[in-house]
């Protein structure tokens, strides 16, 4: 009897062994086939690659002004701190109205037209928006990324290269 009482904890113990493997095993597949950053980094490199053409054409520092249509306060600071971290180290100072941020973050604003800056990159999904706003600004269109970026810039002041904005 005590022959069998020994098999079978050895078994029993084996049996533990297995499903412990098992179970570290399924878990480091899950951590290789899922990464949580995953999305989150394709979306950072979709903007890298969206953004990157306006680059040449911002100053190296400084402020830079950052407009949108985007009513959805979520959507408006994900599209303004992935600029941000895209055009770091500028800083990207919002021109005109932004949504309430609930969470109550510091985001730098241009209170009024003496302050803001004269290049503004605007990222609106509604084109009659961006008209409205251009024209209320007295704002060049620079360039042109896709069917909603743009690079702005305030009719008569200069650019970082010192020319004047016409």
């Given at each position: 009897m005590r022959i069998d009482r020994q098999r079978l904890q050895t078994a029993g113990l084996l049996i533990a062994l297995l499903f412990l493997a098992l179970s570290s095993l399924?878990?480091?597949?899950?951590?290789?086939?899922?990464?949580?950053?995953?999305?989150?980094?394709?979306?950072?490199?979709?903007?890298?690659?969206?953004?990157a053409p306006l680059r040449a054409l911002l100053p190296a520092s400084g402020p830079v002004g950052?407009?949108?249509?985007?009513?959805?306060?979520?959507?408006?600071?994900?599209?303004?701190?992935?600029?941000?971290?895209?055009?770091?180290?500028?800083?990207?100072?919002?021109?005109?109205?932004?949504?309430?941020?609930?969470?109550?973050?510091?985001?730098?604003?241009?209170?009024?037209?003496?302050?803001?800056?004269?290049?503004?990159?605007?990222d609106f999904h509604d084109r009659q928006r961006m008209e409205a706003r251009r024209a209320s600004l007295d704002l060049v269109v620079v360039a042109q990324v896709d069917d909603a970026l743009f690079l702005l810039c305030r009719r008569g002041a200069r650019d970082p290269q010192g020319a004047i904005c016409r």
């Open positions: 399924r878990s480091l597949q899950q951590m290789i086939v899922h990464s949580p950053n995953g999305p989150f980094s394709d979306e950072i490199a979709l903007y890298e690659r969206r953004a950052y407009m949108s249509d985007r009513d959805d306060t979520s959507d408006f600071f994900r599209g303004y701190y992935m600029l941000r971290y895209v055009y770091a180290p500028l800083s990207l100072v919002v021109v005109g109205d932004m949504p309430y941020d609930t969470h109550g973050s510091y985001v730098p604003t241009a209170s009024d037209t003496a302050a803001t800056p004269a290049l503004i990159v605007g």
